[in-house]
């Protein structure tokens, strides 16, 4: 019985955000807009590194990597997600959710560990200047930036082996709009306990880590602020790591209260609503923060626009 039971679930069907037909139509065309604002905008900041030889520097080298980052992220849900919003269901094989599960939290702890990587890069830019070039080689940044994509890809497999070595008997109704490890967990059979407290110490370590790297680093590059006697320099120093803190906060703040805290007193709909904002606000922010108020990504539009004869023809 207990086989019989375990091969019983071979699809599930999303509960979605909303089950109005109006407000479904509504939210498809601003996640649309959102998705493609998203998509192009990464590719404009991986563009411009790439054809500005002055961007050539670490921090637009992990700029490259979150950008790239970000667009795999929002492809692995999104799309999925407007085809159910405009279809008005949303229907998806067991496979197909194993491995969408496993895409978008690997791409997700991949960038838990690339922002640590990041603050430690400002943090020896600001704080350590004279050992900067040494420290932060070509070497060292190609090192941090495949330490974050192989490590984020072997820890969650943990977390999505885990869950799929458990049966699913019951219900294939999951009240969200995406698979993701938690929500998906709570449709399994039997005791559940065991992973509930494999993914709390997986979560403990891909998240609290990384940002006590995070915060010790700040920590450290506000104190050696606030010594600057240059108010410029003070200014400028200041100006980057509030962008940075900024995607930060909002990316760790809705992640933790996704991954670490108890299932069992969760309000029906507020996971699904607590996603929206990683899933599809905080890639959205990335090219809005990074690019809007720094001047080397302005001077390199304006250098590009140059180069491709469009400002002359603006002028004109």
């Not at 943990?158 to 458990?166: A, R």
Request: aromatic residues 10%; glycine residues 6%; charged residues 10%.
């Amino acid at each position: 019985m207990g086989a019989e039971n375990v091969s019983s679930v071979t699809e599930f069907t999303f509960e979605g955000l909303t089950n109005d037909r109006s407000t479904q139509i509504l939210l498809f065309i601003v996640i649309l807009i959102i998705y493609l604002v998203t998509v192009a905008g990464n590719l404009v900041i991986i563009l411009l590194v790439q054809v500005d030889s002055s961007l050539h520097t670490p921090m637009y080298f992990f700029l490259t990597n979150l950008s790239g980052l970000e667009i795999c992220y929002v492809t692995s849900t999104v799309p999925q997600m407007l085809a159910h919003l405009l279809a008005g269901n949303g229907v998806i094989s067991f496979t197909r959710c194993a491995a969408q599960m496993y895409f978008s939290l690997s791409l997700g702890c991949t960038e838990c560990i690339l922002l640590a990587a990041m603050a430690y890069d400002r943090y020896l830019a600001i704080c350590r200047p004279l050992v900067y070039t040494v420290a932060m080689s070509r070497g060292q940044q190609w090192q941090l930036a495949t330490a974050s994509w192989a490590g984020g890809f072997l820890i969650a497999m943990v977390d999505v082996v885990s869950t799929l070595q458990l049966p699913f008997c019951g219900t294939n109704r999951i009240n969200h709009f995406c698979c993701e490890v938690p929500m998906v967990l709570k449709l399994a059979c039997g005791n559940i306990r065991v992973i509930e407290f494999v993914m709390f110490v997986v979560a403990a370590l891909i998240l609290l880590v990384p940002l006590s790297v995070i915060l010790t680093s700040y920590g450290l590059i506000l104190s050696s602020v606030l010594q600057m006697k240059s108010a410029t320099g003070m200014r400028k120093a200041l100006s980057t790591c509030t962008s940075h803190l900024v995607v930060v906060t909002l990316f760790y703040g809705t992640i933790i209260s996704m991954y670490m805290k108890p299932q069992s007193g969760t309000a029906p709909d507020l996971d699904k609503k607590i996603a929206i904002f990683y899933i599809v606000v905080t890639p959205l922010l990335n090219p809005i923060i990074y690019t809007l108020r720094n001047k080397d990504t302005h001077r390199a539009v304006a250098k590009v626009l140059r180069r491709w004869g469009w400002v002359q023809k603006a002028e004109l």
